[in-house]
């Protein structure tokens, strides 16, 4: 029976420091719609966005995708799971801010692009496709260039120099 509340007192404690460790967690920039700088009680680290890519700041559609995170996301309560590093030295993960998951919002809101080669997730891309349907955010443009696209364009003129 101590055993038993033991475990229990020792779980209580696990969820209080996992509360506290979430609680001193703030984002501190954002570079845009699916990158931002977190501070947490231990370290500063950069968090891309699984399952999505946001257009960049200087494409277009990019500043405003840039601010629909902001405005869900600044100030906000925020819970992130890691669950890996890119090629960049990002932590890649699922950022919540208020309990909503930015990612899901982006797309449903038309701020981004599923991500297909990173993620199965189909829920996600019917997310996506209701946005494009609907002619919500980028999806008003009739054809935007996706960022994966944009970034292949822009590093062709530079290596053509």
Known sequence: MRFIYFML????????????A???QRITYFYDG????????????KLRLNHI???E??????????????KLCQNAAIQVS???????HRQLGDLYCNQQDAGSFMLKNGYAWFYPHYSNKSN???????????KLGLWQNENPT???????????????F
């Open 9 to 20: 007192a020792a779980l209580c404690l696990l969820i209080v420091l996992s509360y506290q």
């Open 22 to 24: 979430h609680a001193e």
């Open 34 to 45: 699916d990158t931002v700088k977190i501070q947490d009680a231990e370290k500063t680290y």
């Open 53 to 55: 890519d946001a257009p």
């Open 57 to 70: 700041r200087n494409q277009i559609f990019g500043k405003k995708s840039r601010r629909a995170l902001m």
């Open 82 to 88: 890691i669950n890996g590093i890119d090629k960049y």
């Open 124 to 134: 996600l891309a019917a997310l996506e496709a209701s946005a494009r349907k609907n």
């Open 146 to 160: 996706p960022p994966w696209v944009w970034r292949h364009l822009l590093q062709q003129k530079v290596s053509a």
